[in-house]
Every structure is written in structure tokens, then in C-alpha cells.
T-cell receptor, first 115, second 113 residues
Framework: DTEVTQTPKHLVMGMTNKKSLKCEQH?????MYWYKQKAKKPPELMFVYSYEKLSINESVPSRFSPECPNSSLLNLHLHALQPEDSALYLC??????????????FGPGTRLLVL | DQQVKQNSPSLSVQEGRISILNCDYT??????FLWYKKYPAEGPTFLISISSIKDKNEDGRFTVFLNKSAKHLSLHIVPSQPGDSAVYFCAAMNSGGYQKVTFGIGTKLQVIP
């Protein structure tokens, strides 16, 4: 089973709203990722959690706040977003070990529209 | 600076023929390469990978070739099927680092029945 689930599938929010995106995996993976993908562009890494600790923040604005409550769950809290933040937000996970090269498995994404 | 380049935005192939998708990279630290397939409104699906210690990896209809000296890899799909129609992303990583994957811009493959 290589399933990563994400909720909600679609989200519309105003610029003053607070919302959260959720991601879950039950593969025993210890690394989890948030990516942002704009139309006709490749996915861009936002955050990496390794063993529930934030290991990479790709200079993401503070209006995006990640959280990893446990090894299976990853949240992305959204506050005071801008219309240009509208995109597909993808979650991924990987084994998280120190081995050579790890495949990341992606969820279906949350399509976010900021009005 | 685009470190992973997919110079063909689209490709059309007849069903049953070979599809060849190309990818070039500039970062010599990359040592693990992946291909993902993506349908509209879905997340990328892992297809096949190759490490820099190999020059070929095969999985069913999919074969990836790596030419390290040219910093070039390609994905061959034989035979191509209509269900293969999707966007294909080439991706690369430096496994000595923090598992950061760098994606190319994607190639849209259309397999014509």
C-alpha cells in the first residue's frame, strides 16, 4: 500500500480566513513533505519533516504553518493567504531513513482557491 | 536556474509505438533520478527510478536510461497505450542531502489510439 490521503480535495477561502490542510499516511514512513504546484509548473518543495521534526523550510512565508502531530499525520495551517497562494498543495511521504535515494509517494492534493 | 530540464513540453505517439521522454540535469551532485506520471487533478504517481551507479533500469513497459557523462536521462515506454496519456515529470535528488527532490517542468504525452 503506497497511499497518501489528503483532505479536503478542494478549498475556497477568503484572505482573512484560517483553514488547515491535512495529510495522512500509514506506510510507516518517517519523512513527510509539503509541495505547492501552480498550473503548468513543477511541484515546488515547501517543508520537510523528518522523524516529526521540521528539517527543511524553503523560505516559505509565515502565513503557511506546518505541523506534524505524529509520524502518520501532517497538517498545513493557513492564515491570511493571498490570491497568488491559490495552487494545488501536495503532500508526500518517504521512508525517512538514511539509505541511498528514497522515493517520495504523493497524495492527490488539495486544490486551494484564495479569494 | 532550472536544474532539471524537460525541453519537450508535449509529445504525441501512436498506440503500440515507443514513447521516449527526455530529461537533462545540470547539478552534478544529483545521484538518484525518478519519473512520475500525473493525471489532471491528481498527485504525481511514482513510475520508476534509477541510481547513478546504474545506466539502465527496467520495470515492465517502462525503462529508464541514464547517461551520467551527458547528464541526460530518458524514459522509454514500449508499447505505448492510451492510458499512458498524462504529464510525465523527471525528478532528481542528491541523496546525501535532505531528500530534496527537484522536478522538471513536465512533458505532456498523448498516445493516440
Amino acid at each position: 500500500d503506497t497511499e497518501v490521503t489528503q483532505t479536503p480535495k478542494h478549498l475556497v477561502m477568503g484572505m482573512t480566513n484560517k483553514k488547515s490542510l491535512k495529510c495522512e499516511q500509514h506506510m510507516g514512513h518517517r519523512a513527510m513533505y509539503w509541495y505547492k504546484q501552480k498550473a503548468k509548473k513543477p511541484p515546488e518543495l515547501m517543508f520537510v519533516y523528518s522523524y516529526e521534526k521540521l528539517s527543511i523550510n524553503e523560505s516559505v512565508p509565515s502565513r503557511f504553518s506546518p505541523e506534524c502531530p505524529n509520524s502518520s499525520l501532517l497538517n498545513l495551517h493557513l492564515h491570511a493567504l493571498q490570491p497568488e497562494d491559490s495552487a494545488l498543495y501536495l503532500c508526500a511521504s518517504s521512508h525517512g531513513g538514511q539509505g541511498f535515494g528514497e522515493t517520495q509517494y504523493f497524495g492527490p492534493g488539495t486544490r486551494l482557491l484564495v479569494l | 536556474d532550472q536544474q532539471v530540464k524537460q525541453n519537450s513540453p508535449s509529445l504525441s505517439v501512436q498506440e503500440g509505438r515507443i514513447s521516449i521522454l527526455n530529461c537533462d540535469y545540470t547539478n552534478s551532485m544529483f545521484d538518484y533520478f525518478l519519473w512520475y506520471k500525473k493525471y489532471p487533478a491528481e498527485g504525481p504517481t511514482f513510475l520508476i527510478s534509477i541510481s547513478s551507479i546504474k545506466d539502465k533500469n527496467e520495470d515492465g513497459r517502462f525503462t529508464v536510461f541514464l547517461n551520467k557523462s551527458a547528464k541526460h536521462l530518458s524514459l522509454h515506454i514500449v508499447p505505448s497505450q492510451p492510458g499512458d496519456s498524462a504529464v510525465y515529470f523527471c525528478a532528481a535528488m542528491n541523496s546525501g542531502g535532505y531528500q530534496k527532490v527537484t522536478f522538471g517542468i513536465g512533458t505532456k504525452l498523448q498516445v493516440i489510439p
